[in-house]
């Protein structure tokens, strides 16, 4: 089942504030995303359901298995487009903003292409 674009949005940001914080609650989701708390309440059921988020004892948002692998995948897409368009001369906060939205549309192989570019000019 492919997920759509908001549900890999979630996945991103719950691996981003895991990273940064330690640990991520729905408050903490609808914080960075500027969201209310039903919708992020609503997103966390269906991703629960779809096997890619789980709670804990806690409340803590936890990512299973193929959650943390869709949200890798979408993060490392972000980075690495934001870095092609920064390299381009777009300023980083549109570059980051303009990624977020290109991660989610991609081709694997245009992805795959722009990747090898931003490896090779790193080595440069």
């Given at each position: 089942?492919?997920?759509?674009?908001?549900?890999?949005?979630?996945?991103e940001?719950?691996?981003?504030?895991?990273?940064?914080?330690?640990?991520?609650?729905?408050?903490?989701?609808?914080?960075?995303?500027?969201?209310?708390?039903?919708?992020v309440?609503?997103?966390?059921?269906?991703l629960?359901?779809?096997?890619?988020?789980?709670?804990?004892?806690?409340?803590?948002?936890?990512?299973?298995?193929?959650?943390?692998?869709?949200?890798?995948?979408?993060?490392?897409?972000?980075?690495?487009?934001t870095?092609?368009?920064?390299?381009l001369?777009?300023?980083?906060?549109i570059?980051?903003?303009?990624?977020?939205?290109?991660?989610?549309?991609?081709?694997?192989?245009s992805?795959?292409?722009?990747?090898?570019?931003?490896?090779?000019?790193?080595?440069?």
């Amino acid at each position: 089942m492919k997920i759509q674009e908001s549900g890999e949005n979630y996945l991103e940001t719950i691996l981003v504030l895991k990273e940064r914080n330690g640990c991520v609650r729905a408050v903490d989701i609808a914080n960075e995303l500027n969201f209310s708390k039903p919708s992020v309440s609503k997103a966390m059921s269906v991703l629960k359901e779809a096997g890619h988020v789980k709670v804990d004892r806690l409340n803590q948002i936890l990512l299973t298995e193929t959650g943390r692998e869709i949200a890798e995948k979408i993060y490392e897409r972000h980075l690495i487009l934001t870095e092609y368009l920064v390299s381009l001369g777009v300023d980083e906060e549109i570059a980051s903003k303009d990624a977020c939205k290109i991660e989610h549309i991609i081709s694997v192989e245009s992805f795959e292409k722009i990747k090898e570019l931003v490896e090779k000019n790193r080595k440069n």
